[in-house]
């Protein structure tokens, strides 16, 4: 169907004028706080496996597998490599669940028909009871297995019309493609469009069937939904390569990945990209992006350490408070609005080690050396960093991890300019959560980032760490933390 401006506009007046859209969920979660598909992924795996060796034991130690054990076991396996295999653990928005059902049926059939081939060809004497121990095997893991999976299906279902799971997108280009991406969209529901972005100006519909126009290209960087956003897709001509170049360069800055959504003459091309896009199987949605144990692993760590940390170090805390209130009048602790994963604005707390009338909650001046503004009490809590224990609470709370970039004001400026401007991939750090120690705190870049130069060095050590995330690494950073504080004496705090 070509594409016509004027009367996508005039459709989405008559579908209504509401600026959130028909494919915006009513609450918005933030990429940090919805679940993660590929952690539920290897939950349901690891249900499985649990179901499977409960099975096998249970039987075993029961006696009910006579001296087919080592044949009951060797199907077990074969399940546990079946249901992989027939991608059981993609659980995409749009499979229905008989045909997953059918998965799994097939996968504990055709395992158990496996073996009593094997059992009939190596034991015929045995046949009579191998064939009654592993029928009875494949009914239980069948009945177990399915009753497991109809489980998981229905919930994840649940988490995903609550928008949990369910993908956010933002469309760049309001071209046909676009116009087809949405109508897919509205009919299937397996994908948020949060907004449409367009440079043409006068020409640029308001709406493509209710999805609102929120502005130009370059107003994605800053608009307050990216860290909502999964996935921005680029819709643009096929043939249109200076421009394609040109939008993929000022989308460089944003942390969201992209994809292009080509507007070709191939019908079939662009029902493959539609399928990518809307049907985006749950071990591939936003979330823990150096694989789901590990993500679960640095969790744990954060938990457990900054709980650890906030009851050994209770009197210290105390101590501290009691010593800020009696220096100077004011409160405790400072907060102050800075960017976290994705984007995302967080508010982090820290002792207070200024004056409580020149607080500078914007950043709008870093400390400097021997700086007026900052206290007696204050001057020793940030020489030895003890006045950003209170963001053990955001570890808590998931917000921040022990170890990540460090989180900066937003609207930090450094030599009267933004920092977040001076360095094209400065927003990229925040595709991790920043973190209370990291990689550039024990490489020397502790403190005020003042001029361009110690910027750039920041976000390049940042950025370093992003890519070599790993838990031994978290754990290299943590080690390293405290004799770098203590032996740090020329880094201006």
């Known amino acids: 169907m070509p594409y016509d401006a004027g009367a996508a506009g005039a459709e989405s007046e008559r579908s209504g004028t509401d600026r959130r859209g028909p494919l915006r969920p009513s609450r918005l979660a933030s990429a940090r706080s919805r679940f993660s598909g590929g952690a539920l992924a290897r939950l349901v ?29 060797a199907a ?8 992989v295999s027939f991608e ?8 229905r669940l008989y045909h997953h059902i059918y998965k799994v049926i097939g996968a504990v059939g055709g395992s158990g028909l496996m073996m009593l081939t094997f059992a009939s060809l190596t034991a015929p004497t045995a046949k ?34 609550q928008g949990l799971l369910t993908p956010n997108l933002m469309i760049v280009g309001a071209t046909p493609a676009a116009q087809r991406l949405v109508t897919v969209a509205l009919a299937n529901r397996d994908v948020n469009i949060l907004g449409i972005f367009d440079d043409r100006g006068e020409r640029t519909p308001r709406h493509i069937f ?6 130009r290209t370059a107003d994605v960087k800053s608009h307050r939904l990216l860290p909502y956003v999964d996935r921005i897709v680029v819709a643009v001509p096929s043939g249109a390569t200076a421009r394609i170049a040109q939008l993929i360069a000022e989308l ?18 662009e029902q493959a990209a539609h399928d990518r896009l809307l049907d985006m199987p749950l071990a591939h949605l936003s979330g823990v992006r150096h694989g789901a144990l590990q993500g679960a692993l640095k969790r744990t760590i954060d938990v457990v350490f900054s709980m650890a940390a906030l009851v050994l170090l209770a009197p210290a805390l105390t101590a501290i408070a009691v010593a800020i209130r009696l220096d100077s009048p004011g ?6 609005r800075r960017h976290g994963y994705m984007n995302e604005e967080v508010l982090v707390w820290k002792f207070r080690s200024m004056r409580a009338e020149t607080t500078d909650h914007t950043a709008a001046r870093q400390v400097s050396a021997d ?14 960093s003890l006045d950003e224990l209170p963001q053990l609470w955001n570890v808590i709370r998931g917000e921040m991890s022990l170890v990540g970039p460090r989180p900066h004001a937003i609207g930090m400026l450094t030599n009267g300019a933004e920092a977040s401007k001076l360095v094209e991939t400065y927003a990229h750090r925040h595709r991790m959560k920043p973190g209370l120690t990291g990689w550039a705190a024990v490489n020397g870049s502790r403190g005020p980032v003042d001029t361009p130069e110690a910027v750039r060095r920041r976000v390049s050590l940042d950025l370093e760490y992003v890519e070599r995330q790993s838990v031994w690494l978290d754990l290299t950073i943590m080690a390293r933390t405290l004799p770098c504080v203590l032996g740090d004496t020329q880094s201006v705090r």
């Open 45 to 73: 795996q690891t249900s499985d496996l649990a179901l499977l060796a409960g099975i096998f034991f249970v039987k075993s130690f029961g006696g009910a597998l006579g001296g087919s054990t080592a044949l009951v076991l």
């Open 371 to 384: 700086d007026d503004r900052v206290t007696r009490v204050g001057r020793f809590l940030r020489r030895t």
């Open 88 to 95: 059981a653990y993609q659980l995409s928005a749009r499979e």
């Open 331 to 336: 409160p405790v602790l400072f907060k102050q």
């Open 128 to 161: 009579a009871a191998n064939i009654l121990h592993i029928v009875d095997w494949c009914l239980s893991a069948v009945a177990l297995l399915c009753a497991s999976h109809l489980s998981w299906f229905l919930y994840i279902r649940r988490l995903r019309s």
């Open 210 to 215: 209710g999805v609102p126009v929120l502005g």
């Open 76 to 83: 077990s396996a074969l399940v546990a490599g079946t249901l």
């Open 252 to 269: 460089a800055p944003c942390p969201n990945a992209v994809s292009l959504l080509m507007d070709g003459f191939d019908p079939a091309t």
